[in-house]
Structures are given as C-alpha cells and as structure tokens.
C-alpha cells in the first residue's frame, strides 16, 4: 500500500490523526505534495456528489472533510516553501459574522466549497468585524463568504460589504451571503454578488459569480 | 419474509373486567338475539353442527360453548402466500400489516380529477401496491362497475401485476368464489400449494345490523374448504347500523364478524380467520357515513384489545379521509386514522389510498399513506436507553458551543434516524411555490413508480388459462 492509499482510507475511516501523521511521513518520505493534494481532494469531491445525490447523509461528508483540512494543513505550508503552484477554483474566506455563534451552516458550506478544490480559509463564527476585513486585505481571497442566522446580527453583512467598498476592494472580492433570514433580495440590496440557501447552491453560486 | 411490526407500547383502554364484559356481550347476543342468515344450506349446516336455527325467520343462535370453541380453534398466527415466495407473509395477532382495499368505484387523480375506472387503471393501482414497501398485502384499488364478472378481472389483474398476497372481494356466492379458486390454483400449480401458501384472503361483509347475505355464507363454506384466510368484516355506522355508544358497537361488530368465525371454523377447524370492526361512526348531523371521526382511535384500540384477548387478528381500517382534495383534511385524517389502528394494535389495517370517504381511490395517497407508515415504523422501535444512546462521552467532547455533527457519534447513529421522503422541509425565498408542496414530491414519485416499476408477470401460458376461466364463467354473471 502507499501512502496515498493510506491517505484515502484515513479519509473513509474519518480519522483525522491518522490523516494528518500519513501527511507529515509522505511528505517526509519524499512523495510529492501535489499528488497528496490530489488524492484527498479527489476523495472529498466524490463524497461531496454522492451528498448532492442524496445518497449520503452530510455527517459523512463534513467528517470526511475534517481528515481532509488536517492532510491540507501539512501540505499546502510544503506546497508554498517550494513555491509549486497548485490547481484551485480560487479562494474563499468564510465566517459567520460578529455576535452570531450559529456554525453548523457556515461548516457546511465550507465543506462542501472544499470538496468543490476551493481553497477554503474558515475563520470560524462570531467574527467581529475588525478581525474580519484584518483576514481579507492579509489573504485577499478571491471571495468572502458571510453567514448570519438571526435578524439581530445581518446587519453585519453589510457593514462588510459596505467597508470593503470604502477599502475599494468591492471589485476586487466577490461576497457571497447566507442565512437563514437571508434573501436573494437582501443580498441585492446590500450589493452582495451571489446568495445561497444552502451548502449545495453555494458551490453553483460561487461557481457562477467567479466564472469557474 | 414479511413480519410485521409492532409499536413499543399499544394504547389500551379497558381492564381486565372491561374486556370480559364487552366479551359477555358477544355471547349474548350471538346465543339470545341471533343473527339472520340469508341461506338455507348454510342454516342447516350450522343446525347440523350444534347451532339453534329457525328456517322461518332465517336465524341462527350460537351457542356460547360453541363460539368459545370457534375462538380457540382459530389460529393467531399463519402464512400468508405470494406469488414470490419473498412477499409471504407470517401473519400474527399482536403485530400489524398493511394493505390498500378495493371498493371505489372511481379513480381520483390528484390533480386531473374524477374518472371512471378502466382495466388499466386496476393495473396501475396493483402495480403501485407492489411497489410500496410498507404494503404487506395488494388490492386493486377500483371496482369496474359495468363490468358483470368484476370479481374475476380484478382477481386477473392482481394475479398478472403483483408478487404479494393479494385480497379478494366476494360478489356472487360459491359459483364465482369457485372460479376464483380455479384461477388461484392456475396460478399456483397445486391444491395443495393453495393450502400450503395460500395466495389470497377473501373478504366478505355481512349486513349491519346482525345480518349476513346469502351469497356470502356460502362462499365462506366454498373458501375454507381449501383452507385460506378468510375475512369477516361489517361496517356499522355507530349511530345508525350499531349502537351509537362505543362498547355496545363494538360488541355487535364483533358478534357479527364472528358469524363468519363460527361457519369457517365449523367447516374447517383451525382454518385462518380475520375479524374485525369499522372504527367510524355516522355523522348524525348530516345523515353521512364518514371516513374519519374523532372516536376512531377508541373504536380502533379497543378492537385492538379485543384481538389480543381472543388471540384473532383483525382487520383495521386507516390511510383513509373524507376529503376529495390533497389537503390539510386528507392529511391529517389519513394520519390520525393509521396511527389509531396501529398504536390501538390492530392486525391488517386497510383503505390506505381510500378518498371522498369511500367515492375514489387515489393511489397518490396510497403513496403518501406508505410514508406515513415508514414513520409508524420508525416509532416503532421505541427508545433504547444505555451508555451509547445517554451520550455523556459525546457531550463531554464537544462541550458548549460545539458541533456533533462531524463526530464519530453522529456517524454511529445517523442511520437511525428516519428521512422522510415527502415530508420534507423546503425552503421558499420570495414567494411559495406550488411544485414544492408534498404533494407534488408525491405525484412525481407515482409517474416514476408507474414508468418503471413492473413486477414480474406470469407466463404466457397461465395467463391464457386465466382468460379461458374467466370466458367460462360468463354464464354465471
């Protein structure tokens, strides 16, 4: 068996220290990280079809995905120090939006946008808006995803969208939004470029507004 | 296999003393009041084997050593047949099973409305019956009014589209119910096969209050002569056909239902018997027989309780309405009536599909009544508790403010867990939209069942043999 086998069942088994100590002995033994980066996200996409299908229940896909983020956080550091250039639909950074603390949607669409090969930097929930426009201009993602669940808290949305304007890097980052009290017509209104109602639109949305 | 299956706790409403004198009931009136019997031959078959008799009158009088005999004669448990040995069913009293029923004479499409019922449409109805999973037992769903040997095409119909045991209606007496035993053991192949597994539960209806029809004594002699199921079931309207109060109804139920008990156990001791009681009262303000009352899940638990005393499986009726429109009314009158039958602890419970309160069939909400049962299932398993299913570890782990469903715990359980295929949730953004109702996931479900799904058929051969029997019995029509 290789390592890339191992890798593989690492991510059907849902192990996630095994994922990650098969990465650091690969990497160590001198397989190429790209390869690596391959296998798993080749392993995610089809889990992420089989939940689009309905044949799998999301528990699996976002376990899946937990193994994955731990080989992708051994690799991707590997990847950049040789400054090899890996295949990407481009980069998202998500989070749900200051004074929300609801995650479980926003993991969702992390996940599935992972398992899509986004490159996906996940800060997480109740991100207060400074810490949050601190990440954009520091990484400048290709977009930011934003998700609130309550009424009290949408109004972030577009205090960032609004900021992000000032900083003129409204056409620069493309914003997707969500949530459940969130509208396509709310996303209008606030200038964002695409709305999702769940994980699975997320990934055409994004699709569609980055031109992949 | 098919085996049934039974809620982690049945609702009972009678004790002990209850029980027995609902029961006290039931001899009385079959010993003192008597039932009327429309048939000689069987007035004298009964005469002959200890019943009092009065040819004047046509009445019987059972005596209560003699049903008690009939009661325990009769078996709780038994095998139903099917053409594919994988659909038999292992009957038993204290379980519950599923079935549509035939009946209406008019086909209802959801969306398109009322229609006359053609050959076709029978097929249909049978094909979506042995599709669904929770359908331990297949009827056409439709009576073909015009048609003088219905009882025979239906049967044809059943025995070409589908793998389970199948229901049969009586219509004629002892020359029909004997061509239906000749197509039965067509297809078979035996007697004794017919015997072994048989392939069909006849049904027969005796006449609200305390009556039974000619046609129906003798075919219930002619039937258990080869020793298969049969099932006595009267419909009195609470009120109107039985007393209106709820023990009284239900002891005259039983005691006609077990009339039927009486002549097949008499006939053929041990010989597979179903009785049973209509759970809907009349609607006294309007005259109306009803499909849905509010005192359906009394009638039901107690007739429920009864088949426990007795040790005899019942016939139960739910996934029926009133309603002639998929709406709130359908729902929730098809729901309350499936889970009255079944938490009351009744054996086949029929009508699933049944709408207009008897006017139409509607094999759309034959399909949503699955559904409905899948969830009946599901709560069926009841609630485990140890140290896996309390969870402390899991909570220890992912602590306030975390996730579970990423964890292993989840993944271990998530199956468990039942997803309906209907009732769903649908997010609706600006406006609602019609495709996403219920409904419509249900209607689409049926086109696809319809386009894909065909049970395998019998030969060529038999199927001529089928026709030949049918074109010799239109003398008899």
Redesign the interface.
Known sequence: MSYLDDIKDAISD?DEDRGRELAEEAVDEGVDPLDILDVVSEELGKLGEKFDAGEI????V??A??VVKAVMDVVNPVIEESGGERDSEGSVMIATVEGD?H??GK??VASMLLSNGYDVIDLGRDVPNEDFLKQIEEKMPDAVGMSSMLTTTMGRQEEIVEALREKGLKDKIKVIVGGAPI???YADEIGADGYA??AIEATKTLNKILNN | MRKGVSPAENIRLLDDDDVREIHNNILHIMENIGLKLKNDEVLEFLGDNGCEVDFDEQMVYVPSYLVEECIDSAPSSFRLGARDSENDVMFQQGRSYFCSCSGPINVLDQEEGFKKPEYEDLEESIRVGDYLENLDVVWNQYTLVDDELLGLQSLKAMLTNTTKHIGVFNWYGRDLVGKQIEMLKEVVGSEERLRKRPPATLYVEPASPLSMAEEHAEAILEWTDYGMPVLNFPIPFAGATSPATIPGSVSQALAESFLGLVISQLNNPGNPFIGGTWPFPMDLRQGKSTYFAAEALLIQAVTGQMADFYGIPVFGTGGCTNSYFPDAQMGTEMAMTLMGAFYGGETLIHDIGYTGAGDAGAIENTIYGNEIVSILKRQAEGVTINDETLALEVMEDVGPLGEYVATKHTRDHMEDLYFPEFLTREKMEEEREPDKKAMKRVRRKCNDILETHNPEPVDEETEKKLDEIIDEASDLA
């Open positions: 849902f229940f999301l528990p699996t976002m376990s995905a937990d603390i995650d479980i993991s969702m509208t396509q017509s109602k769940d």
